[in-house]
């Protein structure tokens, strides 16, 4: 069986740092909206209003840290 992944605030917007991409970008990348990214990097895990990424989403941003970039990655990143 495959671990899920879980990503803090913290590591989504050290990871989002690290590939160099406004919200609006890996957003999109991820599947997700941007309002929807913005909560991920803002949520306080022990809130009771607490985001936490679903699977496929943490997946798709755990590929683009290992260094997948797919056919539609934005120019000049």
Request: aromatic fraction near 10%; proline fraction near 8%.
């Amino acid at each position: 069986m495959v671990e899920p992944l879980n990503f803090t605030p913290d590591e989504i917007r050290e990871g989002q740092h690290k590939l160099g991409l406004p919200d609006r970008f890996i957003a999109a990348m991820c599947g997700v909206s941007t309002v929807q990214w913005r909560r991920y990097k803002v949520s306080k895990p022990d809130a009771s209003s607490a985001r936490t990424m679903n699977q496929s989403t943490a997946r798709l941003f755990q590929a683009l840290l290992d260094g997948y970039r797919p056919k539609d990655w934005p120019q000049g990143f």
